[in-house]
């Protein structure tokens, strides 16, 4: 049975315009991933067995510059959450089963994942 995500955002400019949206996205299954990557670590976290990933939110309990992640040799910086809806958007981590965190900062950094997929390839 098809597991249902919700999910909606809005960003408003002060004074100004805003933008926002949302849906209902059908996956076969869901992950909650709850992390801790020590202050000067670097740490691997896999993500899915298998499946086709859909959405993908990645959350700091406190974004920093010097907090991020490696997709493709790259570093990501965790300074906001991290929000990819539709496999589109969620193909930009090129296809990642696992993705590396790095804290460069003093203190321990928490981060929630939310992954929605399909159970089967």
């Known amino acids: 049975m098809a597991e249902k995500i919700s999910w909606n955002f809005v960003a408003q400019a002060l004074s100004g315009p805003s933008l926002s949206g949302q849906g209902?996205?059908?996956?076969?299954?869901?992950d909650k991933i709850g992390v801790t990557i020590g202050a000067g670590a670097?740490?691997?976290?896999?993500?899915?067995?298998?499946?086709?990933?859909s959405l993908i939110i990645i959350n700091p309990a406190v974004p920093h510059v010097?907090?991020?992640?490696?997709?493709?040799?790259?570093?990501?910086?965790?300074?906001?959450?991290?929000?990819?809806?539709?496999?589109?958007?969620?193909?930009l981590?090129?296809?990642?089963?696992?993705?590396?965190?790095?804290?460069?900062?003093?203190?321990?950094?928490?981060?929630?994942?939310?992954?929605?997929r399909d159970a089967t390839p």
């Open 24 to 30: 209902t996205l059908e996956v076969d299954a869901y």
């Open 42 to 53: 670097t740490q691997q976290v896999n993500l899915v067995p298998s499946g086709t990933v």
């Open 66 to 91: 010097d907090l991020s992640y490696d997709i493709g040799g790259t570093a990501v910086a965790l300074d906001g959450p991290h929000v990819l809806i539709g496999t589109g958007a969620v193909s």
């Open 93 to 116: 981590l090129g296809g990642a089963a696992n993705l590396s965190f790095t804290n460069n900062t003093a203190s321990d950094a928490a981060i929630e994942i939310l992954l929605g």
